[in-house]
């Protein structure tokens, strides 16, 4: 009793002391951005000039330096794309100085800057298998029709397979879509791509920015086993009304923002909005300008929506209003027809308490995703899933350390329809809670940054906590090479189900994670009904001359349980079939897999210069109760070069190119075929005089390989100013620049093959204003 009562006071003590250091510094914080249209400069340094303290800037612009000691100070912001600012400061012991910043966009780029924000970050962040993307990055790849597109970076990006033109996926690192969780300012978005691989939901000028975990992501993201990507929208340009109109062979699309409230002076409260709207005609346009693909064109279509309102008040605080609508549909004459719906409204939250050093963010969102698909044997599949979830969150700022921590809430409700290749039904409707609390921790010791974190994440439906510990860590060889390491346990509750045997891969159901799994799986007892992973991830980081940069990374991802549709189920689960085998009547079967690779990046970037290598090496397995196969992502090789040139008296003109290898994918051959009788008219049906459809005999699960997929796509974009805010940019472009004959699939029935996207030539304009 003594000594527990000795403990609590020594604890006690070291508060005490603590909070007495504390009140002998002071703390200034707040945020930094730009005069021009009053958006937040993400990611740029404020320090004390003369000192070591200081700190960058985040996805809100919010920056705090604590611990400092009281005394006077010129407080500088240095920025690449901005003029450097340096305003002197005065501090005394305890207090607390929130200060917003504003600075004047650069006219003239300087051929060097003494400090880096994102070099600073490279040393204070463990930034693990994470790629930071930014409207600049997004621009330097060749544009479709003069429109950059966040999808079409995706598919650069190291452990990243994308499955094919015309109805393509991401894999990221052995994660299937359904593993991968994507976020729009808070807004969990169930399916962000178009069923052309070229276009996602995202309209790119909206994009403030985005990160891509593709691996080993810290506490305060979960509900996923593989990757996260969370991207965040512009607040609206805060000065003036302001825009852009486009228009292409593919799309067009409208931008608008500006003010709703201006600020009566600099610094002030306001209100902005941005609205996007953008939509896809070449189900129309390809008739007449691609017309020697297919004389009936290209099946696809879609729309998308997006808006937001926000709200700032004088001290930095503000709130944000959204809503979103999307839509897709493409047909492919004599495969299938699908078309999918999302629509969803959120708001979010940033609160700097007027005298507490902490930070508080949150937010509160619903959506809905429905999609349908109708294929060729006449079995529907349908799936819906809607839902809230909800988030809060209290960052500290302990001079160069920091203390995260948050709770989050999750409902959603899954009704899903889906025959497997033997015409039996599986379908499911579920309502299901998860609720989630996190604790994250940096702290800097010398060259050492260490992330420590755990997640505690309960899963209602199924009564099952998941306590999942979290750490990343850095080390700081020099100033040129770091040492980086991260592990982590992952879990999620949602599943889904796509057929190996499907000719074109386009439906992800979702369903709750099922309570009838089997009780075995390979004689060991299955005693949950997550599905969860392992993470497992080192690298190096090396600064080299000539303004190179490489990234080196080794990962394993170990799925120690994955649920399944049972491809193998013959009878329904009910008593005339008790004394069948478990893998014939069960609607679900237990998996487990492996997924292991090498990730290598080399990065140059100087003046009109940038180029990007990715060379990535992966191997994808599957093990269930019977047999192991490899699935049908399971890409060993994948190369991406990407180049971008500016030229020109004025700089306006810009050659971008991105060329892509991948070794084949698997696929499952076909061995046979047979005449096919359901007896739909039971006992009265004649075998001997009925007609029968035409049956298949499928060989060993992804057991042959397609050819290698390669392709190149260039653009040209020459801009031109046309007024004192408006600037005119043309772009022509080449999708499969040489015309590779890349295989999309072929019809088991005629054999027929069917290629992805030939060579296709694009013009567009756009008019910012």
């Known amino acids: 009793m003594k000594s527990k009562f000795g403990s609590i006071l020594l604890l006690?003590?070291?508060?005490?002391?603590?909070?007495?250091?504390?009140?002998?510094?002071?703390?200034?914080?707040?945020?930094?951005?730009?005069?021009?249209?009053?958006?937040?400069?993400?990611?740029?340094?404020?320090?004390?000039?003369?000192?070591?303290?200081?700190?960058?800037?985040?996805?809100?612009?919010?920056?705090?330096i604590s611990k400092v000691p009281p005394g006077n100070y010129n407080l500088m912001v240095t920025s690449i794309e901005h003029d450097s600012l340096i305003t002197p400061i005065s501090l005394v012991a305890g207090e607390l100085i929130t200060k917003k910043l504003f600075l004047t966009k650069r006219t003239v780029n300087l051929k060097a800057?003494?400090?880096?924000?994102?070099?600073?970050?490279?040393?204070?962040?463990?930034?693990?298998?994470?790629?930071?993307?930014?409207?600049?990055?997004?621009?330097?790849?060749?544009?479709?029709?003069?429109?950059?597109?966040?999808?079409?970076?995706?598919?650069?990006?190291?452990?990243?397979?994308?499955?094919?033109?015309?109805?393509?996926?991401?894999?990221?690192?052995?994660?299937?879509?359904?593993?991968?969780?994507?976020?729009?300012?808070?807004?969990?978005?169930?399916?962000?791509?178009?069923?052309?691989?070229?276009?996602?939901?995202?309209?790119?000028?909206?994009?403030r920015n985005a990160d891509v975990y593709a691996g080993g992501f810290g506490a305060?993201?979960?509900?996923?086993?593989?990757?996260?990507?969370?991207?965040?929208?512009?607040?609206?340009?805060?000065?003036?009304?302001?825009?852009?109109?486009?228009?292409?062979?593919?799309?067009?699309?409208?931008?608008?923002?500006?003010?709703?409230?201006?600020?009566?002076?600099?610094?002030?409260?306001?209100?902005?909005?941005?609205?996007?709207?953008k939509t896809s005609y070449l189900d129309k346009s390809s008739k007449a300008f691609y017309s020697y693909v297919d004389e009936d064109g290209l099946p696809y279509s879609f729309n998308d929506f997006y808006g937001k309102i926000t709200t700032n008040n004088a001290g930095g605080s503000k709130l944000n209003l959204f809503g979103f609508s999307f839509n897709d549909k493409a047909k492919y004459q004599g495969v299938s027809e699908y078309k999918w719906n999302s629509n969803g409204f959120g708001s979010s939250f940033v609160i700097v308490p007027g005298n507490s050093s902490v930070l508080l963010d949150g937010n509160f969102a619903y959506s809905q995703y429905k999609i349908n698909l109708k294929e060729a044997d006449a079995r529907p599949r349908s799936s819906l899933i809607n839902g809230f979830n909800l988030g809060l969150n209290f960052t500290y700022f302990i001079g160069k350390d920091e203390l995260k921590y948050g709770i989050e809430a999750l409902g959603f409700k899954t009704d899903f329809e889906y025959y497997n290749f033997l015409g039996t039904k599986i379908e499911q409707e579920e309502n299901t809670t998860e609720l989630a609390a996190y604790l994250n921790f940096k702290k800097i010791i010398k060259k050492l940054v260490v992330e420590p974190g755990i997640r505690f994440h309960y899963y209602s439906s199924l009564s099952e906590l998941s306590i999942?510990?979290?750490?990343?860590?850095?080390?700081?060889?020099?100033?040129?090479?770091?040492?980086?390491?991260?592990?982590?346990?992952?879990?999620?509750?949602?599943?889904?189900?796509?057929?190996?045997?499907?000719?074109?891969?386009?439906?992800?159901g979702f369903l709750s994670g099922p309570e009838n799994l089997p009780d075995n799986y390979r004689g060991e007892p299955v005693d949950s009904r997550l599905q969860k992973a392992n993470h497992g991830i080192a690298g190096i980081e090396l600064d080299l001359p000539w303004h190179l940069a490489i990234n080196m990374e080794v990962y394993i991802k170990e799925f120690t349980q994955l649920s399944n549709i049972n491809r193998d189920k013959l009878f329904d689960d009910v008593g005339a079939f008790s004394n069948e085998p478990e893998i014939l009547t069960a609607d679900y079967i237990v998996e487990k897999g492996t997924a292991k690779g090498l990730d290598v990046t080399l990065k140059y970037e100087h003046k009109r210069y940038y180029f990007w290598a990715v060379y990535s090496l992966g191997f994808v397995n599957r093990r269930d109760e019977y047999r192991e196969y490899v699935p049908h992502f399971d890409r060993r090789h994948n190369i991406n070069l990407v180049g971008s040139y500016t030229f020109g008296k004025k700089l306006n003109w810009q050659f971008d190119a991105r060329w892509n290898l991948g070794s084949g994918f698997p696929y499952t051959q076909t061995q046979g075929a047979y005449e096919y009788l359901n007896f739909a008219g039971g006992i009265n049906v004649d075998p001997t005089t009925a007609n029968g459809s035409i049956g298949l005999l499928y060989g060993p699960i992804n057991e042959g390989r397609l050819p290698y997929y390669h392709r190149l796509d260039i653009s040209l974009k020459k801009s031109m100013t046309v007024g004192k805010n408006s600037e005119l940019e043309m772009t022509v472009s080449l999708i499969n620049a040489y015309n590779r004959s890349n295989v999309f699939y072929v019809d088991r029935i005629t054999n027929e093959r069917v290629d992805q996207l030939p060579v296709l030539p694009s013009i567009g304009a756009n008019l910012t204003f």
Do not use: W
């Open 12 to 64: 006690f003590f070291i508060f005490i002391c603590s909070s007495i250091a504390y009140s002998q510094t002071s703390t200034i914080r707040g945020f930094v951005y730009s005069k021009e249209t009053g958006e937040p400069v993400l990611f740029t340094n404020v320090y004390l000039q003369g000192t070591t303290f200081g700190s960058a800037t985040d996805v809100n612009g919010y920056y705090s």
């Open 113 to 207: 800057i003494n400090i880096s924000a994102e070099k600073q970050e490279q040393r204070t962040e463990v930034k693990m298998s994470v790629n930071k993307i930014t409207p600049k990055e997004l621009k330097q790849l060749p544009s479709v029709g003069g429109e950059p597109d966040i999808v079409q970076y995706l598919q650069v990006l190291p452990g990243v397979v994308f499955s094919g033109d015309q109805g393509g996926q991401l894999y990221i690192r052995g994660g299937t879509p359904i593993q991968n969780k994507v976020l729009l300012d808070g807004m969990t978005i169930y399916n962000p791509f178009h069923s052309i691989g070229l276009f996602s939901v995202f309209d790119t000028d909206i994009i």
């Open 220 to 277: 305060e993201y979960g509900g996923r086993i593989s990757s996260i990507m969370d991207i965040k929208t512009r607040d609206g340009n805060k000065k003036r009304l302001s825009g852009k109109v486009s228009a292409n062979t593919f799309t067009s699309k409208l931008l608008l923002e500006g003010p709703l409230k201006k600020p009566l002076k600099e610094g002030d409260g306001d209100v902005s909005f941005v609205v996007s709207a």
């Open 468 to 508: 999942e510990p979290r750490v990343g860590a850095k080390y700081n060889v020099s100033n040129s090479i770091r040492l980086k390491v991260a592990g982590g346990m992952y879990s999620q509750n949602l599943i889904s189900t796509v057929s190996d045997r499907d000719v074109v891969n386009l439906f992800y």
